[in-house]
């Protein structure tokens, strides 16, 4: 037996190995930057909405509004918050979770990149739930103030008006939250996703 030439096809064949590993080993690690970057966005916007839900409590006190709106406010602001809350829970417990996680895997990127996609869907969904709260806060205030301000805003303008400016408002509110959700973390997720086809197929 030639244990030379044995030796050196063994050599050879340690040699792609070592190759192919390093060639996926490089793919994984380009995936490391657009996920370095969603977390770090989300990471802002988690600073953003806690600030944002700051300022609305203070809504109350800047605009004076009178002890009968003021506990309506807190009602609905509360609702608000308790919807938010559960939000913050997934998308905090989400990004937590992904420093847990070793992704040096086609699987555990896999992972990221759907549970991201997720929570972008619950992002869209809290934004659509917040907009009709606040729509049923202002209806709401049309009927507690309806002996002054509601003859007046009924004697101009009718409901199906009322109604067709709610739709309006939903449909620009809908609009911008899918415009900043593309624009926030769409192109980041493209390039993760465009590494994971590349490791699928290998």
Same mark, same amino acid.
């Given at each position: 037996? /030639? ?13 792609? +190995?070592?190759? #192919? *590993? ?12 657009? @996920? /370095? ?9 988690? =600073?953003?909405? $806690? ?14 509004? +009178? ?32 420093? /847990?996680?070793?992704?040096?895997? %086609? ?25 009709? $709260? ?11 103030? =309806? ?7 009924? #004697? %101009? @303008?009718?409901? @199906?008006? *009322? ?14 939250? #899918? ?10 997720? =493209?390039?993760?996703?465009?590494? *994971? /086809?590349?490791?699928?197929? #290998?």
């Amino acid at each position: 037996m /030639d244990f030379d030439k044995i030796k050196d096809e063994w050599n050879n064949g340690d040699t792609d +190995s070592s190759n #192919e *590993i390093t060639a996926k080993e490089l793919k994984v690690k380009e995936a490391q930057t657009p @996920i /370095d970057r969603i977390r770090r966005q989300m990471k802002h916007e988690f =600073k953003y909405q $806690i600030l944002s839900l700051v300022i609305l409590a203070f809504v109350p006190k800047l605009f004076h509004l +009178s002890p009968q709106l003021y506990t309506t406010y807190l009602v609905f602001y509360g609702i608000v918050v308790a919807f938010c809350t559960h939000y913050f829970y997934k998308f905090y417990t989400f990004y937590k979770h992904s420093y /847990d996680l070793s992704l040096d895997s %086609r699987k555990n990127l896999f992972w990221f990149y759907y549970e991201m996609k997720l929570n972008i869907e619950l992002y869209k969904a809290l934004n659509y739930i917040v907009a009709f $709260i606040m729509l049923s806060f202002c209806a709401t205030v049309f009927f507690l103030t =309806k002996d002054d301000l509601m003859k007046k805003v009924l #004697e %101009r @303008i009718s409901i @199906i008006y *009322i109604a067709l400016n709610a739709f309006v408002t939903i449909l620009i509110i809908g609009l911008i939250t #899918e415009f900043w959700a593309r624009f926030y973390y769409g192109k980041h997720i =493209k390039k993760l996703k465009t590494v *994971i /086809d590349s490791l699928d197929e #290998e």
